[in-house]
């Protein structure tokens, strides 16, 4: 199983970026797993950022995001997006896309993410 996460770049604060995550294999039926994004800086643990169900009609978000993203998804294309407005310089990060087969849950702790994506960067200027 391959996630391939694209979208990062050089935003100003106050910008916006969508960030974009395919995923392909064989054996991997995108629809039924939970999609989420994650975001890492240097030296920190690896973040919950959003969420959302296998079929998209559920999603959860990190307060310090909640508000200026949205996750989304299109399962014919095994895409997950994240659109981020409003970015603030504290959104600098690696950005990471995830897949979880197991039970829509607001809260699926972060060992229980079965497939990990290369991250992107993401860079916010002041």
């Known amino acids: 199983v391959q996630l391939q996460a694209s979208g990062g770049g050089l935003v100003q604060a106050g910008g916006s970026l969508r960030l974009s995550c395919a995923a392909a294999g064989r054996a991997f039926s995108f629809k039924r797993y939970i999609m989420a994004w994650f975001r890492q800086t240097s030296g920190s643990e690896r973040e919950f950022v959003a969420a959302i169900s296998s079929n998209g009609g559920s999603s959860t978000y990190a307060d310090s995001v909640r508000g200026r993203f949205t996750i989304s998804r299109d399962n014919a294309k095994n895409t997950v997006y994240l659109q981020m407005n409003g970015l603030k310089p504290d959104d600098t990060a690696v950005y990471y896309c995830?897949?979880?087969?197991?039970?829509?849950?607001?809260?699926?702790?972060?060992?229980?993410?079965?497939?990990w994506g290369v991250g992107t960067q993401v860079t916010v200027s002041s």
């Open positions: 995830a897949a979880d087969g197991g039970s829509w849950s607001e809260f699926v702790p972060i060992l229980r993410y079965d497939y």
